[in-house]
């Protein structure tokens, strides 16, 4: 029979739990220390690798002001401490925004022990073109024009009768005519043209009489009908600066592109008295469209031509179009395709718009046309009689190809 | 009436000598453990430190104006200081590389001294010239 009352010995068994116990408890400490060590050079790498990524980030936005059209991906060392491969995108991002994303790698993208990815969103805001009217052809302004800006071509400038050439703001610089043609008669002025002190006009016609000048040097014809102002007239002009401009269509069409917008794959025809909302989107015509008159555009956008054929215009407004309550309406025209018999933009009577008209062979605006902005011109512009062209920022934004003139950050996160 | 009948023989020599092997060995295991423990985790507390140390500055060269970071002519060691804490001497060194005109790399390295053992740390990044 067991003795069950005999309890000698438990105090060893006691002992041996009590001992097993805190040695467990004493190893669990240790590994824990060690593993939050471990844990520690895990975060400090990881941290290494955020700077990394943040350096992409950087590289990105240095590119991106170099070259607008810079997507990547691309991946670059980062002296010895790692290296990062950064992409960018233009989806689904405002005109001008720049989404960058950036991975930093610890020590190389091959074969990385730590990892951090960071997103940025930029604002690469593009200059507004440094001219109030600028053609690569020609431009042909009739009577009564008044243009508050600076006139480029590299084609010729015809100016009709009471033309006044003033800068885009009191005090602003502006003002001057520019042409960088190599005909006879670069500027030709048919009538009175009233300039403001201290402005000029360069032409790099030929200084040959024999091509129809009314002196030796004809790049600029009857100069006798410079109303005020007295210009520095300057032709056979050599200096390089006059005209920056190679190409004059600067709109960043692919960025354009990914823009928020709305497609219209047949040629539209808005009737009179329609109102239009442009809804803070582009809208993508890809054969053309036409608005009647009276039409009044509400919100803000960007309407854009990309294509089409057999009508006379790509881009046509009508009589009458304006914004709320007769004001301007913010729209940005963009013609950059097509095929078209007259002009890709027609801008008829009675127009008042804030934006950029951009058209890739000709732009025509007719009478009462009020603009505040920037006409420019792959081909031609022409210009009738009441047209004000005042130089200045779009409603909308465009993405443009250019020098930019700011970036700000708008966001940076980590994924 | 039944008698338990206990052993009343002590441990013999050899008993107590296993014994004490055993538990030297594990002592010796334990103490092992805890001192490797104790050196790495001081020694973590060093880089964690060091990398504290780069990594203020790395903050402090963001938010300057792009001229103001590093010395144009001259891509090498732009400022050394040094700091203690935790009774170590952590020396800093900022070198910043020109890359471009408008892209500059900063590396930032931590030196310091740990049981006769020169150990080093470096971050790097870039920063661009923003318009």
Same mark, same amino acid.
């Given at each position: 029979m067991l003795n069950i009352k005999d309890e000698k010995g438990i105090a060893l068994v006691l002992a041996l739990i009590l001992l097993v116990v805190l040695s467990v408890l004493a190893v669990a400490m240790v590994f824990l220390s060690r593993y939050e060590t471990k844990f520690s050079v895990k975060e400090r790498l990881s941290d290494s690798a955020l700077y990394i990524a943040d350096g992409g980030v950087e590289y990105a936005i240095n590119e991106l002001q170099k070259d607008i059209s810079y997507r990547g991906p691309e991946t670059n060392s980062v002296g010895n401490a790692g290296q990062f491969t950064v992409s960018v995108s233009t989806q689904?991002?405002?005109?001008?925004h720049y989404a960058i994303t950036s991975t930093g790698y610890v020590?190389?993208?091959?074969?990385?022990?730590e990892t951090r990815t960071v997103t940025c969103v930029v604002n690469i805001v593009q200059g507004t073109?440094?001219?109030a009217v600028g053609a690569k052809e020609g431009i042909t302004v009739a009577s009564n024009i008044t243009v508050r800006g600076d006139l480029r071509s590299d084609g010729q400038i015809v100016l009709g009768s009471n033309v006044f050439i003033e800068?885009?703001?009191?005090?602003?610089?502006d003002g001057s005519i520019y042409t960088s043609t190599g005909?006879?008669?670069?500027?030709?002025?048919?009538g009175n043209l009233y300039m403001q002190p201290g402005r000029e006009i360069r032409s790099r016609g030929?200084?040959?009489?024999?091509?129809? !000048? /009314? @002196?030796?040097?004809? %790049?600029? +014809?009857?100069?006798?009908?410079?109303?005020?102002?007295?210009p520095l007239i300057v032709e056979g002009d050599t200096s !390089? /600066? @006059?005209?920056?401009? %190679?190409? +004059?269509?600067?709109?960043?069409l692919g960025a354009l592109d990914n823009m928020d917008k709305v497609v219209y794959d047949e040629f539209k025809d808005y009737t009179s008295n329609e109102t239009f909302n442009l809804d803070g989107k582009v809208h993508k015509f890809t054969q053309g469209v036409r608005f009647s008159s009276n039409i009044t555009f509400e919100g803000e956008g960007t309407i854009w031509v990309s294509g089409g054929s057999?009508?006379?215009?790509g881009l046509e407004l009508c009589s009458?179009?304006?914004?709320?309550?007769g004001g301007y309406a913010s729209v940005n025209l963009i013609c950059s395709g097509g095929t078209w018999n007259e002009a890709d933009i027609k801008i008829n009577s009675n127009v008042k718009i804030n934006g950029l008209i951009s058209g890739q062979t000709e732009v025509d605006a007719n009478s009462n046309v009020q603009i505040n902005g920037v006409i420019e011109s792959g081909g031609t512009i022409n210009v009738n009689s009441n047209v004000t062209i005042q130089w200045g920022e779009f409603g909308f934004q465009v993405p443009m190809?250019?020098?930019?003139?700011a970036t700000i950050v708008r966001s940076w996160q980590e994924l | 009436m039944i008698m338990i009948k206990f052993n009343n023989k002590g441990f013999t020599y050899i008993e107590l000598a296993i014994a004490l092997a055993i538990i030297a060995f594990i002592v010796l295991a334990f103490s092992q453990l805890f001192l490797s423990t104790t050196v790495s985790v001081k020694s973590m507390e060093f880089q964690t430190l060091a990398y504290n140390y780069a990594g203020d500055k790395m903050e402090e060269i963001r938010n300057e104006p792009f001229a103001a970071i590093g010395n144009p002519w001259h891509p090498a060691i732009w400022e050394t200081e040094s700091q203690v804490q935790s009774g170590t001497t952590f020396t800093r060194n900022v070198r910043i590389d020109r890359l471009e005109d408008s892209l500059k790399r900063v590396d930032i390295e931590v030196v310091w001294t740990e049981g006769g053992e020169n150990k080093n740390i470096e971050i790097s990044s870039l920063i661009a010239d923003k318009w």
């Open positions: 689904e991002q405002p005109a001008n020590p190389d993208a091959t074969n990385p022990q073109p440094p001219f800068p885009s703001e009191p005090g602003a610089s005909m006879a008669k670069g500027v030709y002025i048919t030929p200084t040959n009489a024999s091509q129809g !000048g /009314d @002196t030796p040097a004809t %790049g600029i +014809y009857q100069e006798s009908k410079i109303k005020s102002g007295n !390089g /600066d @006059t005209n920056p401009i %190679g190409s +004059y269509n600067s709109v960043d057999g009508r006379n215009y009458n179009v304006f914004g709320p309550d190809t250019g020098s930019p003139t | -």
